[in-house]
Nanobody, 120 residues
Framework: VQLQASGGGLVQAGGSLRLSCAAS????????MGWYRQAPGKQRELVAR???????NYADSVKGRFSISRDNAKNTVSLQMNSLKPEDTAVYYC???????????????WGQGTLVTVSS
């Protein structure tokens, strides 16, 4: 199983970016999908998460600015980021809690990370 993230880049404060992440390989089912971020010198933190039933939760710092969505048919998860701030600068990682087979336990897989830089 591989998760491939894309969409990072450099943007000015107040701008927008859309991150995407596609899961591929031997996948039986996907439960939660989400985005984390890690800024320099800081711990990785949850940004947003979406369940298989499309319930969502967000970090307080991004509520009202970021929106997470998923396409179950394509095994993708996206993060629309609006009104970006310099403090949103970080490497963003997608993840998926999934089963590779019906008899296997749920495992967490991570994407490779994509850098988002917001200039002031």
């Amino acid at each position: 199983v591989q998760l491939q993230a894309s969409g990072g880049g450099l943007v000015q404060a107040g701008g927008s970016l859309r991150l995407s992440c596609a899961a591929s390989g031997s996948i039986f089912s996907i439960n939660n999908m989400g985005w984390y971020r890690q800024a320099p010198g800081k711990q990785r933190e949850l940004v947003a998460r979406i369940t298989s039933g499309d319930s969502t939760n967000y970090a307080d710092s991004v509520k009202g600015r970021f929106s997470i969505s998923r396409d179950n048919a394509k095994n993708t998860v996206s993060l629309q980021m609006n009104s970006l701030k310099p403090e949103d600068t970080a490497v963003y990682y997608c993840n998926a809690d999934l089963k590779v087979s019906s008899g296997w336990p749920v495992q967490r897989f991570w994407g490779q990370g994509t850098l988002v830089t917001v200039s002031s």
